[in-house]
T-cell receptor
Framework: QKEVEQDPGPLSVPEGAIVSLNCTYSNSAFQYFMWYRQYSRKGPELLMY????GNKEDGRFTAQVDKSSKYISLFIRDSQPSDSATYLCAMKGSGGSNYKLTFGKGTLLTVNP | GAVVSQHPSRVICKSGTSVKIECRSL??????MFWYRQFPKKSLMLMAT?????????EQGVEKDKFLINHASLTLSTLTVTSAHPEDSSFYICSAQQGNPYEQYFGPGTRLTVT
């Protein structure tokens, strides 16, 4: 079983739709959870981060972490064509050798005008 | 703020030559820098972690004599691919971390093609 599982998609939605992106993980030591957006042939851009369980909202984006289920989500409201990109979840433990980010494979999202 | 640059953005080299890629944190001092490799439609694979002034820590399976990493200052890390071969062709991305474990900022990547 891979440490982080993410459906690669592709996911295609109409403009204005609510998008739900998800990752599951197996390592209970993960404490920090991040979502990155990566446009084609560019480096990943940090979108949101969350520590431990809970929700975090930033504009049209909401990140949720459920540590009991080892499941994290990113919701995008009122999706725009400019949101079309690959979304990568990433997570890490705290301290010691747990400093490394473990990434999901990424979900390719296309928002159609 | 939190801008990381990479140079060059794209490089084509002949098999057997060496290529150096620079990673710079432009507006902050990076205590730790990371080097990743990304294949098409695949996620990022961590190659090595470097801290300023100390030797890099390489991930299992990454040849340290082939992928030389130097972290000479708090704003600059370099990755040198020695004796490059076509199988080294890939997208190489660096990232820099200031101290906050949340915040790892990525460079724009370098596309290496070895002919």
């Amino acid at each position: 079983q891979k440490e982080v599982e993410q459906d690669p998609g592709p996911l295609s939605v109409p403009e204005g739709a609510i998008v739900s992106l998800n990752c599951t993980y197996s390592n209970s030591a993960f404490q920090y959870f991040m979502w990155y957006r990566q446009y084609s042939r560019k480096g990943p851009e940090l979108l949101m981060y969350t520590y431990s369980s809970g929700n975090k909202e930033d504009g049209r984006f909401t990140a949720q972490v459920d540590k009991s289920s080892k499941y994290i989500s990113l919701f995008i409201r009122d999706s725009q064509p400019s949101d079309s990109a690959t979304y990568l979840c990433a997570m890490k433990g705290s301290g010691g050798s747990n400093y490394k980010l473990t990434f999901g494979k990424g979900t390719l999202l296309t928002v159609n005008p | 703020g939190a801008v990381v640059s990479q140079h060059p953005s794209r490089v084509i080299c002949k098999s057997g030559t060496s290529v150096k890629i620079e990673c710079r944190s432009l507006d902050f001092q990076a205590t730790t820098m990371f080097w990743y490799r990304q294949f098409p439609k695949k996620s990022l694979m961590l190659m090595a972690t470097s801290n300023e002034g100390s030797k890099a820590t390489y991930e299992q399976g990454v040849e340290k004599d082939k992928f030389l990493i130097n972290h000479a200052s708090l704003t600059l890390s370099t990755l040198t691919v020695t004796s490059a071969h076509p199988e080294d062709s890939s997208f190489y991305i660096c990232s820099a971390q200031q101290g906050n474990p949340y915040e790892q900022y990525f460079g724009p990547g370098t596309r290496l093609t070895v002919t």
